[in-house]
């Protein structure tokens, strides 16, 4: 017998469409711990793997830069300085949200965010002289940084690395890269066996405008020491009285092929 359709069936129909569950957006599903990660009980093998560096070599990096042992950011979150270390090598081991990253520090994405940028900045400030053209300790050795390159008067070599990042949701065409149809950010690196100069702009940004905007050729013209020394990269930089780059075309001859086999 079909059952008959009471009044107040729609009205229950619809108290239990009310109350069913929802799906909670990804963010709220997120739970963040009420205690923060003991970076101090984690062990060497453990560290390798999300942070691609091990607890003591963590320690003295943290001596070494300079980094405070009770880091206090603008916003007034603290942390101390391995696990402010922790928290800039796992984000850059790979590209993370920081949502991804609060289930593993047991931090707000917010303070996350701080902390890091904390490091960097501080990185940025105590270390300018070190991290950005250190021209007198190049100056000072720079017959030993030429003395194993391939190329005659060369003393270092130049060229960009690409970082993937995870998609954007604004300004995504700054961040895309045609070549690779990914988003990405693209570091220009001067590589002088112990030493660097890095740079970075976003990637769709060509290496010759990275390299303007670095300054790093008037560095070079204005320091006698560079003179008659040059950095090796690829042909995107040409042949100037800075740099040189491989030879082209088909008529070249045996030494100049040598030396393109060779570096």
């Given at each position: 017998m079909k059952r008959l359709r009471a009044a107040g069936d729609d009205e229950d129909v619809l108290l239990l469409w009310l109350m069913r569950p929802t799906t909670l957006p990804y963010r709220k599903r997120i739970l963040v711990?009420?205690?923060?990660?003991?970076?101090?009980?984690?062990?060497?093998?453990e560290s390798k793997d999300p942070f691609r560096i091990t607890m003591?070599?963590?320690?003295?990096?943290?001596?070494?830069?300079?980094i405070p042992g009770v880091v206090q950011t603008r916003e007034g979150v603290q942390s101390t300085a391995l696990e402010a270390l922790a928290m800039c090598f796992r984000r850059l081991a790979y590209s993370k949200r920081w949502i991804d990253m609060a289930g593993m520090f047991g931090r707000v994405p917010s303070t996350l965010f701080s902390i890091?940028?904390?490091?960097?900045?501080?990185?940025?400030?105590?270390?300018?002289?070190?991290?950005?053209?250190?021209?007198?300790?190049?100056?000072n050795n720079i017959s030993l940084l030429c003395s194993g390159s391939e190329c005659v008067c060369g003393v270092c070599g130049?060229?960009?690395?690409?970082?993937?990042?995870?998609?954007?949701?604004?300004?995504?065409?700054?961040?895309?890269?045609?070549?690779?149809?990914?988003?990405a950010?693209?570091?220009?690196?001067?590589?002088?066996?112990?030493?660097?100069?890095?740079?970075?702009?976003?990637?769709?940004?060509?290496v010759l405008l990275m390299l303007n905007?670095?300054?790093?050729?008037a560095v070079l013209h204005n320091n006698s020491g560079f003179h008659?020394?040059?950095?090796?990269?690829?042909?995107?930089?040409?042949?100037?009285?800075?740099?040189?780059?491989?030879?082209?075309?088909?008529?070249?001859?045996?030494?100049?092929?040598?030396?393109n086999n060779r570096s």
């Open positions: 711990p009420d205690f923060p990660l003991n970076i101090l009980a984690v062990s060497d093998a003591g070599e963590m320690t003295l990096l943290a001596h070494y830069l300079k890091f940028y904390y490091v960097v900045e501080s990185l940025d400030e105590n270390l300018a002289s070190f991290l950005f053209y250190n021209t007198s300790w190049i100056c130049i060229g960009g690395t690409i970082r993937p990042i995870c998609c954007a949701s604004k300004g995504q065409q700054a961040v895309y890269n045609r070549h690779k149809c990914g988003h950010l693209t570091f220009q690196t001067v590589v002088i066996r112990t030493a660097a100069s890095p740079t970075s702009l976003v990637l769709r940004r060509h905007e670095s300054k790093l050729k008659n020394e040059l950095i090796y990269g690829d042909p995107a930089y040409g042949c100037t009285n800075l740099f040189c780059c491989p030879y082209k075309c088909c008529r070249i001859n045996a030494p100049q092929k040598e030396l």
